[in-house]
């Protein structure tokens, strides 16, 4: 039966073990570290609920981090992690481990000094990744409760971006930037069309699911099968909104350094000439008096 061989406990929930496969590795357990002590030796079938950092760089910096933090917060994120797998039955990087409790353990020290933090992308977050931002609300209420702070609306927002960054196995500067990148393409179309989209709409939601969709094609290199009727439609019967969406994919090329094939353009210029539709028919249901 295979077992590992405690090294050393760095606390009740985290020891550093020898592993039968993977060598020296940090094993992150709830109480896994209590009354433990070196050469014992641990089941691996008889631990369920536990995670192995195999990785010798995640390895050091969960050491690094581990006397940082609060142990109720290493197991309370533990727990989180553990849920994450359970709902999305996907396996995390096992950096989310290392990052989340990092980004909470600051969140919390802002929130003690009472220093506000304002997430401008928690829209654009939400409606790009509902799954992982409904995730992301568990943690943050798991957090609230366990550690008797009140963490504020926009870290549900930051949290998401965390378990993207897991699931995906892309670093969490990619997925913040891609974030970013949709927030500031909506602005854009805002500015262009003088009319700010409702964000509890269902065209708001269109559009940033069909600006996502553009950037993960693009991120995995797929093709998009050119329509040179369809090209020729929006060009000739929606030329404003054409032109638009071609400055939009501009901007998709300098920001992420990859071509965007010309029919995205076309798709593109449907949603936005829905958008245009939809002012110019809330326009038209104003009160005279108002016009």
């Known amino acids: 039966m295979s077992s590992i061989t405690v090294g050393k406990v760095l606390n009740n929930n985290v020891i550093i073990a020898q592993h039968p496969q993977y060598a020296e590795v940090v094993v992150i357990g709830k109480g896994i570290g209590f009354n433990r002590k070196s050469r ?11 995670f192995i950092l195999r990785s010798q760089e995640e390895q050091e910096q969960y050491k690094q ?47 003690e000094q009472h220093i506000p933090i304002h997430n401008p992308f928690l829209y654009e977050t939400r409606e790009m990744y509902p799954e992982e931002y409904s995730l992301a609300e568990y943690a943050v209420g798991r957090i609230n409760d366990a550690m008797k702070v009140t963490l504020p609306p926009d870290e549900i927002g930051f949290v998401a971006l965390h378990i993207v960054s897991a699931l995906s196995n892309r670093h969490i500067s990619e997925v913040k930037q891609h974030s970013q990148l949709i927030g500031d393409l909506v602005g854009l179309v805002e500015d262009n069309l003088e009319y700010r989209i409702p964000r509890d709409s269902l065209d708001y939601s269109r559009m940033v699911t069909h ?34 969406a071609w400055k939009l994919t501009k901007v998709i090329e300098q920001r992420v350094r990859i071509p965007v094939y010309p029919a995205e353009v ?21 009160p005279e008096e108002n016009m």
């Open 40 to 50: 014992d030796r641990i089941n691996l079938s008889s631990v369920e609920k536990m």
């Open 211 to 244: 600006l996502r969709f553009v950037l993960e094609r693009l991120r995995r290199g797929e093709t998009v099968r050119e329509t040179s009727s369809l090209d020729g439609l929006m060009k000739r019967e929606y030329p404003e909104m054409y032109m638009l």
């Open 65 to 111: 981090l581990v006397p940082q933090v609060d142990e109720k917060l290493i197991e309370v994120v533990q727990e989180i992690v553990l849920h994450i797998m359970q709902s999305s039955r996907q396996a995390l990087n096992e950096h989310i481990h290392i990052a989340l409790t990092d980004h909470i353990a600051f969140a919390i020290r802002r929130n």
């Open 266 to 286: 076309s798709y593109l210029t449907i949603h936005l000439q829905r958008l245009a539709q939809k002012k110019e028919d809330e326009a038209g249901m104003e």
